[in-house]
């Protein structure tokens, strides 16, 4: 017998999905070619490996798109809730029967681990559609005062770290509210988007009420600046959230921003410990940390700083990186080149500041984009890494030593997005909640959602929030 | 290899009275809840399989304490046990030897003499099993009678009373006289009937008394209550192990008992051995699984790997 419990390799089959070979924009209910026949290569993050060829859309494919939009939105918004809420449950369903094909698809693209896509994302993608469909018939009764309008065409950009997800979050509540949509997924990870398109062929929505133009920043800065487009919603990096919101000033645009975050996961010294290095296991290195409510500033109460790093570190240690599609892979790829040339830059440079670096030993596989998961410690407020968003499987540990410093550093930052707090004591959970500026504030639990949850931050994390009753607003004239 | 000899440690102290021990359970790490299950639940979907497999089938064989508890127990049924114990597959004699037989008090001396010469342990249910309530006089004749008679193991159950009414001390010296009679032959698995103590702050408090008192093993439950081993309560016993060796440099063995039938549970709690405590306890001398029904499944389990079909429930023995 050996010794030692090695997990042999569960792959999951790469056989239930179908990639062409070539994919065409997504408008007015046809896949099409780009009016300039421009086209750009998807590769799989953990073989570098090209999956497809995709369509990228310019100006002329963003003014068909929102010109099919446009002459949609009349029959759909006209539409009562109930039978919007028919297509959006149609869509929750065949999202899920096609889940497993779906999660290989995103795992591919993106580079995250099966178990993720598989027990996380999807289940969420699906819940989200089926959440807002429910609200379809019910807009009256969201608190938005009787018959609230909605506001015609939604120009959407989203991210490459959760692409179905992101979709769903923006797709689900537009369409329930009777909104129309031309959605530019990112440019890493436009397969699942595409094939969104054909569960919309699937559940016969009616044609142009979702448009898929894939497609580089100029693509979504051409999107954003049109002038038929009514609401403007982003989910991204700071630094382009701010373009949009220069382009958008001035202009009747609704806009909504998702932005960046440097969240902080606070343990106090009577933390039920074991859980809460779960907690800070999930908050930094799910998704490889590629999260924007990521909880990538630890700050640990004084007294348990050392018990904690130890358990910390032995958890780590138990981390498996490697290929995605392994049912038992907990680390995956990070999505890009650039990516991981901008966490790795950020982690030098916190090491050239003088923080102390941290990694388990972890084999790195030899093709793709990888980064071990890495701990920064004695991290004050004036490091970069305490300040910078990395999105990377990067966490920085900062110490405090009481309830009020540990507010005040949370909320030094120029990000509010989330935060966690984890202590045993229910008034310091209530004390503490209300007095961090941030979005989402988890207590003893980290990177949790749900549908019936607004998300959304404070200051430079953007503003508006979706999920929930909330995310009805963004998409109502109210 | 640690030592579990139950030598002067970094914790002594703590049991200088009930007010010292009752402060250091009480200053231990809370529980939360919902975060232990939704770990537990997460190491339960690893995906175990071809080599790591038939490894770890081989592995919870040989961790098996067979076990039979009934009141109508007799010398033949125990004889049966002890014959399966010794060779759990006769089709097979590849298949290793189960961790030990564990029986009544009054039926060890006809364990001994079945397993005789195999290596297979002898574990007894002293001290008033399941209930415990008896005093502390008849448990202890309980635990020599079964010592004397040649027990290699001695399995004791806590005082459930006395632990939820606060009265740490009491089932502290209690166990630390159980571990007196044991002497050094015998080897201490204290029972906590998680079931009973309800609260996983409650089981941890027990793991750590159980373990300042010198128990060689902790083990979940007797199998006799509604609730018994899962994985949550195995996986806070794991830490609390974990943590005492650490703290102490003594190595404890765990014992989840009672609910585990089939081979992809068993695959599961050694997933959760190797992931919280470590590599160090995948040994039967450290883990052990309290089952009798689990066996069969391994074995019918190990025969697939083996022939590649499922036989059924003839091609294993019935007890």
Redesign the interface.
Known sequence: MASVFEYAPAPESRSVVDIAPSYGLFIDGEFAEAADGKVFKTVSPSTEEVLSEVAQAGEADVERAVKAARKAFEKWSALPGSERAKYLFRIARIIQERSRELAVLETLDNGKPIKETRDADLPLVAAHFFYYAGWADKLDHAGYGANPRPLGVAGQVIPWNFPLLMLAWKIAPALATGNTVVLKPAETTPLSALFFADICRQAGLPKGVVNILPGYGDTGAALVAHPDVNKVAFTGSTAVGKEIARTVAGTRKKLTLELGGKGANIVFDDAPIDQAVEGIVTGIFFNQGQVCCAGSRLLVQESIHDELLDSLKRRLSTLRLGDPLDKNTDIGAINSAEQLARITALAEQGEAEGAERWSPACDLPGSGYWFAPTLFTNVTQAHTVARDEIFGPVLSVLTFRTPDEAVAKANNTQYGLSAGIWTEKGSRILAVASKLRAGVIWSNTFNKFDPTSPFGGYKESGFGREGGRHGLEAYLDV | MPTTAPTAHALADVTASDSTLRRFLHGL????A???E??AASLG?????????A??I??AISMVDLTTLEGADTPGKVRALGAKAVHPDPTDRTT?TTAAVCVYPDMVAVAKEAVAGSGVKVASVATAFPAGRAALDVKLADVRDAVAAGADEIDMVIDRGAFLSGKYLKVYDEIVAVKEACGTSARLKVIFETGELSTYDNIRRASWLGMLAGADFIKTSTGKVAVNATPANTLLML?AVRDFR?QTGVQIGVKPAGGIRTSKDAIKF??LV??TAG?DW?DNHWFRFGASSLLNDLLMQRQKLATGRYSGPDYVTVD
């Open positions: 790490p809370g529980v939360d919902v975060g232990l939704a770990r979907t690893r995906s175990i399989k071809t080599t790591a497999k490894y770890a081989d592995l290793p830490e650490a050694l997933v190797n992931e590599a995948l």
